[in-house]
Structure formats: C-alpha cells, structure tokens
C-alpha cells in the first residue's frame, strides 16, 4: 500500500515504523508541518505496563527508548505543610524531543520517508499527489481533518475549566510529585516529573475562577513564571521554571483541556475513482488528561493495534480492518478516557477534598480515576496500604467510641465501625433495600424472615428492608409490604426480633409512597405494566403517565391528598418505632410519590410545591420535618435521593447537591444517593461504581455522610470507597441477591477474619442509652465537649 500520515507526532511516526517493518514493499510517508526535530512540550510518561506493549510491537525502538528513560517507583503528594508518599507505581518518563528523535531515526532506518515544514491544507490534494491507499489523520488535538469530516467523525468536544501551563525546571525530582498550595484567591496544584538526566516537567494547574482572581490573564508570560516560582518556591529549591514556547505572548499559555470523544474514526473519500479511506489516530481522534499520562500512551497504541488489524486481518480487505480497528480501540480508549475524566474531575474539584487530612486527602488523589483501587495499592506498596489501614482504623473507632481492638494485623476500611446518633454499625456494609413483590396484603411473611435474617446472619452491618409503603394505594405492587394496619407492625416485629436476637446487625426500615408508579403488576409479571384488574387510583406531584400510552394517568395531588399522605408517614414512623427498626429512611428517588416533586421532569405545579428547587423539595422537607419529630432522638434517619436523573431538562448532579444541603438543613444524618428511575427516556452512564461520583460529591461538598450504592461488587470497590472519603457506607444490593453472607465471603478473599465485638456494643438498646447518658454526664462535667474529644476520653477508659 501507499500509506500517508499527516502528522509526524508519535502517532504518524510509530504507525510508519511499524507497517514498514511488517512489510518493506509499503510506501509510507510522514508529513509534519514544522522542521526537522523540532518540538514543543517537556516530557512524557510511560507506565510499566505501556513499555511492555511497545517492547512487543518494536524490540529494537523500545530498547532505545527505555535507554532514555528516567525511572521512579514513588508517588509524593505534598499537602498543608505534610508529604505523604507511595511507592511501586512503575513510571518512566522522557524529553518528548528526544521520544520524536528516535522514532524518526528508526522510520529512517526502516525507509519510511519523512517530509517536514509542510503544512497540509488539503488531505486530498496529499492522497491524490500520494497515491494514497490509506491516510491517516494525526494531526493533533486542533486537527484540520476531523473538523473537514465532522459529519462522519461526529466530535464531542468538551472545553474543561481548569487553566493550565506545561513549564520545565532544572530542578530534579526522585518521585512523581504532586504539589497544593492555597492561595487568597483559591488552590493552585503543580504535577511534577523529571524526564531526563536534568529537567524536569512542570505543570501548574488551577480553576479558571481562581486563575482570573489572582490576575493571571493580565500577566506577561514572565509575570505568570514569576508568579508560578514564587508560590511553589519550596519545591523547587532556588531552580527557576522555563517556558519553551516563546511564540505565545501574554497568558496565552495558560490553556484549557479539550475532552475529545469520536464517535467515528474512518471517513471514506473518492480520489480519482478510488475509495480511500481518512482514518483518525492519537489526539485527532480522543484526548485523555495529562494527570494520568496517557495522551501518547493511546497515540502509540493506536499505532499498534491498527498495525496488528493489517496483520491479522488484510487479507479479508480493507473495510475489515478499520472495522476490527475501530471496534477494538474505541472500547480500549473508552475505558482510559473514563478514567482520565474522573482523574480530571478531581483536579479541577480540589477544593471538594480540602477538609480531608493530608493521609486521606493523598489516598484520594491516588485512587481518584477508580482504575487504582486498594487492593491494587496494596500490591504496590504493602506498607503504605497497612499504615493507611491503620490511621483509618484510628479514627472509626474514635469515631465509634469504641476501643481498637487488640489484634493484630490491620483492619480493612469496610469493616471500620460508624457511629451514627446512637447506632453504631459494625462495618460499613449494608444491604439494600431490594423489592421482593412477596407480601400478602402488605404483610411481610416466612419469606421476608428467611430474605432478611439470612443476610443479617451473613456478615452485614445492616439490613434494609425493601420500600416499605404508607398506606394500601402507596404500594408499587400488590406484592409490597406496608405498614399501615396492626398486622403489618406484628409481623415486622416479628423480624426484626429475629435479627437482634440472632445477629450483631441492625435492620432499617425505608418508607415510601408509589405515586405514578403504582398500581403495577410483580416484576416477574410484567414490570412497571398496569394491573389487569383492581387498579387503585395513582397521585403525583402534577399528572403524569411514566409510560406513555400504557399506564395509568396519576392525578395531580391536592392540599388534601398532601396532608393525608404526611399523616400516613408520620403514623408509618410510629409503627417502626414499636417494631423496634433501629434505622429509618425516607425514599425520595426513583420517580416515587416524594421524587416526583424534586424532579423538574416531573413536577409542573403553580403553587408553592413547584417551581424552583427549593419549592419542590418544600413537601418532601414537611414530611421528613413531621417524622423527625416521632422518630426517637438518638436514631438515625437517611434519605434516599436520585442525583441525576439522566434525562435532559431534569434533575442534574449540580441540583442534586442543593436538594441534599435542604436535607441537612432539615437534620438529616445521611443521603443514600442512587440515580435515575424518574423517566423512561432516561440514558444512564452504567460501569463499576457509577453512582459513586454522586455520593462522593454530596458528601465532600455538602458536609453530609453518604451512602454510595450501584454496581459496587467487590470488597475492594467498598474499601477503596470508604477509604478514600467519597462515602462512610456502601449499600451492597444484587451480590447480596446471590449470596446472603457476600460480607463474611468478602472477608475471606481478603484472609481477614472480622473481629468479635463486644456484643453489647451492637444488641440492645439498653447499653446504647448507657454510653449515651455517660457521654452526657461527661460533657457536662467537663464543661461541653465535642464529641470527637468525648470519643478520646471514652478509649481512655
């Protein structure tokens, strides 16, 4: 073939290199607009990972390339005043220059012409000058191709908010460093890596608010270094920083980073009767975020993966390749560029973790792309991992109020204990509530006692009971339990005797109201599908139909209907009481009776239950306000929340965060934060811990415990969680579904065995109210204590 590369950046050269190399008889030629070994930009970095992939595609051009590496294995995170540091992370880094250099130097080598100083106006006026079979289109993130093709490529281009600077520094650093700093105006963060025997890369980051505050657009580019050098002068030890981009005047380097997704890469082009196709690679056709490294990474890797198309797939033509290509790298890329964006997200978001100490903070900012979790941690520094494990435990049982324990070996973060009011969990494991569709007339039976106390027994700190509705017309089904006649209390007493007698585990009880949703048929029937008969009457916060054509028209609920409906959950909250439930949660998600007035999709009411966001959530605030007051004062109560309801025009992550600030105001003790389930239009973003991003936000941002549910299925999900501060427990739901006892199995993958506490710490409520009154009696002896120094006075004896 004649293969042309517009672009000479790692992506152009290493795919010539090594389509020459799998066969010589190709012609490929490199076009570069800019001179021969010319370049712009410091260093890059490699994982170990990375230079493993590129020693199996060319031996001969890795081997060189590792010759030039500068290797670390540490991480240091340097925040208020402490250094926190972890090692075995497996870096190398080098000059892009000197990167560019021996990749043209093997493209040489092997014959693949380069041609520089042209600058390509027109890819088919270069295919057809060519004779070109293929043209590949790596021509950067500004790439002139793409925009040319935009109707096939399909670009989604996100500007982020953060203003950042690419700077050198002859000041050598041993560890990939990771530098915060305050300032009046806001956080400043620099990431820092030597690439070289002599300098080193050195980025300085800030949010375009806090940029704008401090005067940086107004500033010469020599102000903005001065600036730079003063405010991270004790890291740089008397070293100056270095600008290699003299053409840009002003803060004109100061730049924002482009998220670039494709949802296309191959356009195809008639050029003199022949097809050809345009195929986009490196930044042309995705960006990932420096702060994990891969933007060259992916280049190279592109390069070799459409090379092994060719290889494996040529002979079944072209059109076979690209599609294999394409296919293969788009799922391979989706995964770095979602991992890149949560990397991103938490940069651009530092002053969210600022509250955090330097130990949890750093855990944070290693864990923050969710590819690094605990237990991959630990297998690269066991020392650290224990150490942190230890500092954690430190603070749970002070927290707790409860004395470590004397074992040894470290405790994982899931199983830390959490002191809520007066309850005090044994870990940080629940079971969420999960529709079983098996009540009779609302009651709950044999089979909720086996569902229930089964996993009680298995090793959880606490079990929910499923939505459990106010009155007969709240129901979902006619399968779904209640709590609004004599029996129903009976039989919830029923097992939730069981449960405390039986196990170390609390139970909780979550309250809800159908709303447009009721009146359906079990799941197993056709779910969310009207009755064939018996349908009760639907209300909403304003009429809806949640799927279209097929349900039930809810009505509009009126004055009356609202003060029934608070009376049916204040009279709920009572029963709980005499059931004994040691936990209660208000469900105000999912599109249910309470969400419908919080979500702007399905609330258009006039009066002040509607319009902006305060008015929607003023019902829901009136019935947590009205079960509060009967719900017992040491007890806690959560509210279940959808943060996102996917859905344009709906309720967004940013709402959600002032929907939960009403809800502390309101003296709730935590959000449980779950997403969507409002409209039948919704188009969720599904992976492992999706829902997490939510939790973490609420409770970093507002100040509120949180409890992180969706798609969490392993103990490393739930410590990495814990541990890192996005929630204080983990509601674990279909891998409960499967195995009643995950918690207790979990442990054993782990080879931790779950310490036996002091029972009655956990049974009773009498002891509960003893260490209650004694840290009272204790407060006021000494003149008012907070509780955190009540905590250290209680592990004093």
Known sequence: MNIVCIGGGPAGLYFGLLM???????????????RAYDTFGWGVVFSDQTLGNLVAADEQTARTILQSFNHWDDIDVHFKGQTVTSGGHGFCGIGRKRLLNILQARCEELG????????????????????????????????????????TYQPEIDTRHCRFVWLGTKKKFDAFTFAFERTEYGWFQAHCYQYDGDTSTFIVETPEE?????????????????????????????????????HLRGSAMWIKFPRIVCREWVHWNEVDGRRVPVVLMGDAAHTAHFSIGSGTKLALEDAIELARCFAQNGEEGIDAV????????????LKIQSAARNSMEWFENVERYTAMEAEQFAYSMLTRS?????????????????????????????????????????????????????????????????????????????????????????????????MTCVSADARITPGCPGMYTPEHTAAWKRIVDFVHANSDAKIALQLGH????????????GIDQPLDEGNWPLVSASPQQYLEGVSQVAREATRADLERIKRDFVRATGEAVKAGFDWLELHCAHGYFLSSFISPLTNGRTDEYGGGIENRC??????????????????????????????????????????????????????????????????????????????????????????????????DHANSIVASGRADLCAIARPHLADPAWTLHEAAKLGYTPVPWPKQYYAGKLQLERNLERERQMAAAAGGLTPQQVAAKLLEG
């Open 20 to 34: 020459k190399k799998q066969d010589p008889a190709h012609e490929i030629t490199v076009i570069e607009r800019n």
């Open 210 to 246: 806090v940029w704008r505050k401090a005067g940086l657009e107004g500033l010469s580019q020599e102000e903005g270094i001065a600036f730079c050098e003063k405010l991270f002068a004790k890291y740089l030890d008397g070293h100056s920083l270095m600008s290699n981009a003299a």
């Open 514 to 525: 159908a709303g447009a949703k009721g009146s359906t048929r079990r799941a197993w029937d």
């Open 112 to 151: 693949v012409r380069l041609v520089f100083e042209t600058d390509v106006a027109d890819d088919q006026d270069i295919a057809r000058r060519y004779g070109a079979d293929l043209v590949i289109a790596c021509d950067g993130l500004n790439s002139r191709v793409r925009t040319r093709y935009a109707s």
């Open 322 to 333: 690209l599609t294999a290509y394409q296919e293969l790298r788009s799922v391979e890329v």
């Open 370 to 466: 969710q590819r690094l979790s605990h237990e991959n941690l630990r297998l690269r520094d066991a020392a650290y991992v224990a150490r942190f494990e230890d500092w954690i435990a430190g603070r749970a049982f002070a927290q707790a109020g409860l004395p470590l324990p004397v074992a040894g070996g470290s405790i994982p973060p899931m199983f830390t204990p959490y002191r809520v009011r007066g309850t005090v969990l044994k870990n940080r494991i629940l079971v969420s509530p999960m529709a079983q569709y098996s009540a009779v007339d609302g009651v709950a039976g044999d089979y909720h006692l086996v569902h229930l106390g089964a996993r009680a027994l298995g090793g959880a700190a606490m079990v929910f009971a499923e």
């Open 618 to 715: 003023r019902y829901p605030l009136e019935v947590f306000h009205a079960i509060r007051a009967v719900w017992p004062d040491d007890q806690p109560i959560s509210v279940r929340l959808s943060a996102h309801d996917w859905v344009e025009g709906g309720l967004t992550p940013d709402d959600a965060v002032e929907v939960a600030r009403l809800f502390k105001e309101a003296g709730a003790d935590m959000i449980d934060v779950s997403s969507g389930q409002v409209s039948k239009k919704e188009k969720p973003v599904y992976g492992r811990m999706f829902q997490t991003p939510f939790a973490d936000r609420i409770r970093n941002e507002v100040g509120i415990p949180t409890i992180a549910v969706g798609a969490i299925f392993e103990a």
